[in-house]
């Protein structure tokens, strides 16, 4: 942080002082702990009694202000020193292993991070066993100093001023940048994007002036309205065009997606959307003052003009001035309902049912304009075709949801049975119909399982609006309706005769001749024997207690491949969030989406953010299925690897980043399994390096800039180096705290020279805006996931 930055930051503070401060220029400690506005009070505590040099139990804007021109302008042992004595809080001089708990666990509530008190002690010895090198039972000063230096990011941050220490709400000040649409890498990177708007607004405008030039003989607000009319008959067609989605899935295989931007055609046909609604207001406007002109001179009002059919304009019975009122204020009320603050505010529903109401539309712009039906003929048949065919897709065969599994953070995941006839690709979604939730309601989910996994789909859904809130109530409730006992009894028959199949294999066999026959089933039993009744999968804090083999909330096992579990008594009901079920339902898709150029691609990064993980969740299974088609054994020894990927016909990519970014936690446990199993398929050592690497961060987690943080994250990284496996997720990557730093993140990408960079992201929009700023910036692809 500058000078600069440090005086704000300084300035920041005594204003923030001087409004709390009483009559008497002091702050108590309950004061102390409003301004600073941290979770833990410890840190507070901490702070203040160090800030109080008098002992007077208040502070003074003197002793304040000493203390942080300390921390502002002191060397690096100064710094030391003060958070030596953050840890020391009984004073000796020396830190225990009792104070060192206090901290961390102190530091893990601050990140909530929940982890029992056996993990706590394990980073407590861990941390103190690395620092204490004499083996006194104490850390003194000079030991915290060298472990410190073993630790060099954490020294850098040290020389951070002290707003790292006392982090005010927001001290960053706006930065004013050149607005990256004026910058030649945007244009670049956006080059098949902008050339089709300046086609489409080419198109208008040429409608536009044919139309005025063919009407000029009625005066210029009849030649406006008759311009704006033509531009509405292309753009009401236009717009059913963008949201053909079985043709446009079809295009993304064939070379048109080279030149248009097939992938953003959501945002297209928003921009279209906002484009009639402007045509429809300009067109009424010029028509109003159009129709006042000719009731000076005829023997109708004005209202007779706009409300009846009285004039007789129109070509079918002179309903032209009726339709267009009627069609003006539906298409206002689907443009306010199609609102970003209607749709991500809980209440897709509202967007869903008003959305219907292009029917009426169309209808009523076939009776409004003699016209339009020349253009709505060829896409209308199209459209109608797409929809005959989806019901008909959606209504063949027996689809039945077969397992249910609710998930923290309210995410329901749905196993459903996959026909046979039913392909996919990586990332692709369907849209759903559940009768018992909603007999006529359809909403698009993205695709979470693997083409590969042919006897199971799955769909993980969260709960964020009215009909997500029902489906996550409904299992919730599942108890009290009736779930089919037969089907039940059936199911648990077939997963005992596979276990048993499973376990004659594995007695016969060895298990790298297991691994050739069903590597899945391998894997699973292997960590399984391995393991004996400790879960491998995910942390003790993730499976609910040390030495527990009960399966975490969203590993539903190989059973959810259709393959048998591991080697356990399989229940009825797996518990209160996990069950059999059998219930009717209707897909209609699947529908392509950027993502399926991920295979064409040389590097790709795959960002999700939080649930966002959806579709990489398919890609990644994908990508590693075919990746174990091409691992080979040696014969005459045990080591295995993987061919080189990039010259391979069907996948060029020869590196893959996932980054997957969650809020807390608990919402790591929605595919840590499937995550867990993806790093064992790449337990060995290849050629070019590591093939597939995971970047995991928890926003919720102090940084590794804050000093509250220095002590949890030096003990988190000792653990894991122990225990070769993260505590927060027990996948071997190491979860990151806070957000990761774009700039830096896609530099080390460039970096690596694995070929053309392509970014695919799916999650929050404001975060996509700022993924894209950066792409640019490298000169990355960019793909945001839409539908």
């Keep these: 942080m500058s000078v600069d930055e440090d005086a704000r930051w300084l300035d920041w503070v005594t204003k923030q002082f001087e409004s709390i401060a009483g009559d008497d220029k002091e702050i108590s400690l309950d004061e102390f702990k409003t301004a600073l506005k941290v979770k833990e009070s410890f840190f507070a505590e901490r702070f203040f009694a160090l800030f109080d040099s008098d002992g007077s139990s208040s502070i003074s804007l003197d002793e304040l202000l000493e203390a942080l021109d300390l921390l502002i302008h002191g060397d690096e042992t100064d710094k030391l020193k003060f958070l030596f004595q953050v840890y020391d809080v009984d004073g000796s001089g020396s830190i225990d292993p009792d104070e060192l708990r206090t901290v961390l666990k102190s530091c893990l509530r601050e990140s909530a991070i929940s982890l029992p008190d056996e993990k706590l002690d394990d980073l407590t010895l861990a941390l103190f066993e690395s620092a204490d090198k004499d083996n006194s039972g104490a850390i003194t000063f000079e030991e915290l100093k060298a472990e410190l230096e073993a630790f060099p990011e954490v020294m850098e941050n040290l020389t951070i001023s002290a707003a790292n220490w006392l982090k005010p709400p927001d001290v960053e000040q706006k930065k004013h940048h050149t607005p990256r649409y004026l910058t030649r890498v945007y244009w670049q990177n956006n080059s098949r994007k902008l050339l089709f708007l300046c086609m489409y607004t080419c198109i208008n405008m040429l409608l536009f002036i044919l139309a005025m030039l063919q009407h000029n003989y009625g005066g210029a607000w009849f030649m406006v309205a008759k311009g704006c009319g033509q531009c509405l008959n292309f753009n009401c067609t236009f717009v059913m065009v963008l949201m053909l989605r079985r043709c446009l899935t079809w295009l993304r295989a064939t070379w048109v997606v080279r030149v248009l931007p097939l992938d953003q055609n959501i945002l297209l046909h928003q921009i279209v959307g906002y484009a009639i609604l ?21 023997d109708y009002s004005l209202w007779e003009y706009l409300l009846t059919t009285r004039p ?21 009320f689907m443009v306010l309902c199609s609102s970003t603050f209607v749709r991500r505010s809980g209440h897709f529903e509202v967007f869903y049912w008003s959305h219907l109401s292009y029917v009426w539309v169309w209808s009523l712009l076939v009776v409004h304009c003699a016209n339009f039906w020349k253009w709505f003929l060829v896409p209308g048949l199209v459209f109608l075709l797409e929809k005959i065919v989806g019901i008909a897709v959606s209504r063949m065969g027996g689809l039945y949801i077969v397992e249910v599994n609710l ?78 006992t037969k089907i039940l009894a059936t199911s648990l028959r077939n997963h005992r005769q596979l276990l048993k199949a499973q376990e004659e294999l594995f007695s016969s066999t060895d298990c790298d001749q297991a691994v050739a026959s069903n590597e899945d089933d391998a894997i699973e039993l292997t960590m399984y024997r391995q393991n004996g009744s400790q879960c491998s999968a995910a942390p003790p804090s993730l499976c609910g207690g040390q030495g527990s083999v009960e399966p975490l909330p969203d590993e539903l096992g190989p059973a959810e491949r259709g393959e048998a579990p591991p080697l356990k008594e399989v229940p009825a009901k797996f518990g209160e969030n996990h069950r059999f079920c059998y219930i009717k339902c209707y897909v ?18 795959l960002i999700g953010a939080g649930i966002g993980i959806t579709p990489f969740a398919s890609i990644l299974q994908s990508i590693m299925y075919r990746y174990r088609r091409r691992k080979q054994n040696c014969p005459n020894c045990n080591y295995s690897w993987c061919e080189n990927i990039k010259d391979n016909s069907d996948m060029k990519l020869r590196k893959v980043d996932f980054i997957w970014i969650n809020r807390d936690q608990k ?5 840590v399994s499937l995550l867990t199993k993806l790093e064992m398929d790449q337990a060995d050592e290849e050629p070019e390096g590591r093939f597939l690497e995971m970047h995991m961060y928890m926003t919720s987690a102090l940084s590794k800039n804050d000093m509250k943080a220095i002590g949890l994250q030096m003990a988190l990284d000792l653990l894991a180096k122990k225990e070769k496996r993260d505590s927060i997720t027990g996948l071997r990557t190491r979860t990151q705290p806070g957000r990761p730093e774009w700039g830096k993140v896609f530099q080390k990408v460039s970096e690596e020279n694995k070929g053309k960079v392509h970014v695919f992201y799916c999650g929050a929009p404001a975060l996509a805006k700022v993924i894209k700023a950066q792409c640019e910036h490298f000169s990355f692809n960019f793909y945001k996931e839409n539908f």
């Design 407 to 484: 998930l923290p953070s309210k995410v329901t995941h749905l196993v459903i049975k996959r026909p046979q006839f039913f392909h996919f690709k990586p990332g692709d979604y369907v849209y759903i119909n559940i009768p018992v939730i909603a007999k006529y309601e359809w909403h698009p989910f993205t695709i979470s399982s693997a083409p590969e996994q042919t006897d199971t789909m799955w769909l993980h859904i969260r709960s964020m609006g009215q009909w997500t809130n029902r489906l996550y109530e409904y299992f919730r409730q599942a108890e009290s309706h009736g779930v089919s």
């Design 312 to 332: 007789g304009i129109g070509w079918v019975k002179g309903t032209a001035s009726v339709t267009g009122v009627i069609l003006q204020v539906l298409i206002c």
């Design 278 to 298: 402007s045509y429809t207001l300009v067109h009424t406007t010029a028509h109003i003052f159009n129709f006042a002109r000719l009731a000076e001179n005829s």
């Design 667 to 671: 919402s790591f446990e929605w595919f």
């Design 588 to 605: 209609d898709g699947p529908y392509g989406t950027p993502t399926r150029q991920i295979f064409t691609s040389e590097h790709a990064v």
